[in-house]
């Protein structure tokens, strides 16, 4: 089973950055996928990004261009670079893991399985 725990989020005016990770433990699996999600109180979690085994990235359309995903499996740390935040990506941020190469719906938060506590991110205009 694997263990997620998130850290980087807090408080930016719009237009700026921020670097989420997602420190990931206690697996034995041979492929893995990984994905940040994202929900605000009373809306459905949201799949912002997403990294297949072979490293196929897909995006939100809102967070194109702006937000980058990226897996360092040398520090088993998954990231989330945020650049030219807008109040509407305030939410608290998730970040999700599967076992497997690939997902048929990889923004879905039904392809994952474990998942880690989240971590807030505010964004002021």
């Known amino acids: 089973q694997a263990h997620l725990v998130e850290s980087g989020g807090g408080s930016v005016q719009s237009g700026g950055s921020l670097r989420l990770s997602c420190a990931r433990s206690g697996y034995d699996y041979r492929a893995l996928c990984m994905a940040w999600f994202r929900q605000v109180p009373g809306k459905e979690r949201e799949g912002v990004a997403s990294i297949d085994d072979d490293g196929i990235t897909t995006y939100a359309d809102g967070v194109e261009g702006r937000f980058t995903i990226s897996l360092d499996d040398s520090k088993n740390t998954l990231y989330l670079q945020m650049n030219d935040l807008k109040p509407e990506d305030t939410a608290m941020y998730f970040c999700?893991?599967?076992?497997?190469?690939?997902?048929?719906?990889?923004?879905?938060?039904?392809?994952?399985?474990?998942w880690g506590p989240g971590t807030q991110v505010t964004v002021s205009s």
């Open positions: 999700a893991a599967d076992p497997g190469l690939r997902k048929t719906l990889p923004l879905h938060e039904s392809s994952y399985r474990y």
